[in-house]
């Protein structure tokens, strides 16, 4: 017998199109009219009205009998936070973070802000020979790894503030920021780029690129990073990884409930 999960005999036209309307309203900032829904999913109007009418009458939709517009109903909110109740985030990034490892073939690791360090929650290793030595409970500082930039950066201010003040600044090499002046300026060009890079901070020889991972709120909770020797990440190969990293991590953010918003035209 087929696996239900990698067959598509067993996909309905039906349910199909009313999950392309519902990712549709969820894609939205705001609630939408049919015609806008079918012109935004390419169906045919008369396809959507039926869509729309069975969700509305099973409660996933509201109607706004003024403007003619469907946003989510009462049910969808409940769905919604039974399966974010469910999500995990180490279960949830564990086959992507594996996946990362297998593209580049560098040691990945999956951290979370603990206390004043990054503590890492999970990792793949290389399977190369030459490769970065940790493991799952090791801690990163957060002014020197790219984990604990990345981490601190996307703090609010008034908590990321108060994590600068209890740092310490300990210099790990030559590269290291033990300034606060200059580590908020770095931290603000980390939001800014939305990515960090670990060159030789924390130890040398050691590079590293680190991305956010986001829950259904936007909040940032965790942060993966791709690491490895400085002579086979070179400029080239970390100009490289940023874009793979940081694919990686939206993944993980999509599937934690993350739903990125495109910017206003």
């Given amino acids: 017998m087929n696996s239900i999960a990698d067959s598509d005999r067993y996909s309905i036209r039906a349910v199909d199109r009313a999950i392309d309307v ?3 309203l969820a894609a939205s900032d705001s609630a939408l009219t049919a015609d806008e829904i079918a012109a935004a999913i390419g169906l045919p109007k008369s396809t959507v009205f039926r869509v ?3 969700l509305l009458g099973r409660g996933l939709l509201d109607r706004d009998p003024e403007r003619q517009t469907f946003r989510f109903g009462t049910l ?3 769905v919604g936070v039974r399966a974010l109740g469910d999500l995990d985030v180490k279960r949830v990034a564990r086959p992507i973070i594996e996946q990362l490892a297998e593209a580049t073939g560098e040691t990945v690791h999956l951290s979370v802000l603990n206390e004043r ?3 890492c929650i999970d990792k793949i290793d ?5 490769r970065m030595s940790s493991y799952v409970g090791f801690r990163d500082p957060l002014h020197c790894s790219g984990v604990g930039k990345i981490l601190l ?4 201010e008034a908590a990321r503030e108060a994590l ?5 600044f300990e210099k790990h090499t030559e590269r290291t920021i033990t300034d606060p002046a200059a580590l908020r300026a770095h931290l603000r060009q980390i939001v800014a780029l939305g990515h960090a890079v670990d060159h030789e901070e924390i130890e040398d020889g050691l590079s ?3 991305a956010p991972v986001r829950d259904h709120t936007g909040k940032v909770v965790a942060a993966i990073s791709n690491s490895g020797p400085t002579y086979r990440l070179d400029e080239a190969a970390m100009r490289d990884l940023v874009g793979v990293v940081r694919e990686h991590a939206a993944r993980i953010s999509a599937a934690l409930g993350y739903l990125a918003r495109k910017p206003a035209r």
């Fill in 117 to 119: 360090s990054a503590l």
């Fill in 22 to 24: 519902i990712q549709c």
């Fill in 153 to 156: 950066a996307f703090q609010d």
């Fill in 76 to 78: 969808a909110l409940l």
């Fill in 126 to 130: 290389s399977k190369r020979a030459v």
């Fill in 208 to 210: 590293c690129v680190a």
């Fill in 52 to 54: 729309l009418a069975t």
């Fill in 164 to 168: 600068i003040e209890r740092i310490g």
